[in-house]
């Protein structure tokens, strides 16, 4: 069985500093990784997967993660935090030829303060 | 990115009565759908796997006849809450998985759909 574990319910981080928000992830075979951010009463949006190649993915809203297939994970960073930012972040990982089912983790919420 | 809308956002209704929800990918067509239920405060949880033509596949503790899944075209799946209790009353969300063009292996969620049942 595929599992994602999101460590952190909360992260808070200052505007202007970097933040990263961690992801782990279980599954037989190669992994397919996403990033979803989710705003209070909206459905998730997509900010970026890792299917293949580049370790480092680059994804919407100056938002990078990279793929570290021997740690088993796929930590979601920022080089600068934004106030806009704050909302629940969710890591989600599916393997391949599964039909894409995803299986999420718990979801960490990060919180950028001024 | 790809679009997948869901109608309505809120709904209200009363009990013992039923409720549909719809979810369309906009530009894309998606053979597969998904629809999650999301508790306050919690992550997704996965109710049933909706695929184009075909039955849906339900997760184990969903109840069938109570969660209906049609997915009548490449574009449309719709979630029926049949006989609605309060307990029912959650954040369902949809998901449309586009497997072909650049995006492939990517999924797209809809913005959610509140129901509450009085």
């Known amino acids: 069985a595929q599992s994602v574990a999101q460590p952190e319910d909360q992260v808070n981080v200052a505007e202007g500093n970097p933040l990263t928000v961690k992801c782990t992830y279980s599954?037989?075979?190669?992994?397919?990784l996403f990033w979803y951010v989710q705003y209070p009463n909206r459905g998730l949006q997509f900010l970026l997967k890792?299917?293949?190649?580049?370790?480092l993915v680059k994804g919407s809203y100056g938002f990078e993660a990279e793929f570290n297939k021997s740690q088993t994970s796929f930590h979601l960073k920022k080089p600068s935090a934004l106030v806009s930012d704050s909302a629940l972040y969710f890591c989600?990982?599916?393997?391949?030829?599964?039909?894409?089912?995803?299986?999420f983790g718990t979801g960490t919420r990060l919180q950028v303060t001024l | 990115g790809a679009v997948v809308s869901q109608h309505p956002s809120w709904v209200i209704c009363k009990s013992g009565t039923s409720v549909k929800i719809e979810c369309r990918s906009l530009?894309?067509?998606?053979?597969?759908m998904f629809w999650y239920r999301q508790f306050p405060k919690q992550s997704l949880m996965l109710m049933a796997t909706?695929?184009?033509?075909?039955?849906?596949?339900?997760e184990q503790g969903v109840e069938k006849d109570k969660f209906l899944i049609n997915h009548a075209s490449l574009t449309l799946s719709t979630l029926t809450v049949t006989s609605a209790h309060p307990e029912d009353s959650s954040f369902y969300i949809c998901?449309?998985?586009?497997?072909?063009?650049?995006?492939?292996?990517?999924?797209?969620f809809g913005e959610g759909s509140w129901l509450t049942v009085v």
């Open positions: 998901s449309a998985a586009e497997l072909t063009g650049l995006n492939g292996n990517t999924i797209y």
């Open positions: 599954v037989s075979g190669n992994p397919y």
């Open positions: 890792y299917i293949t190649g580049d370790n």
């Open positions: 989600a990982v599916r393997a391949t030829g599964t039909a894409s089912k995803l299986t």
């Open positions: 530009d894309f067509q998606a053979t597969t």
């Open positions: 909706s695929n184009e033509g075909s039955k849906a596949t339900y």
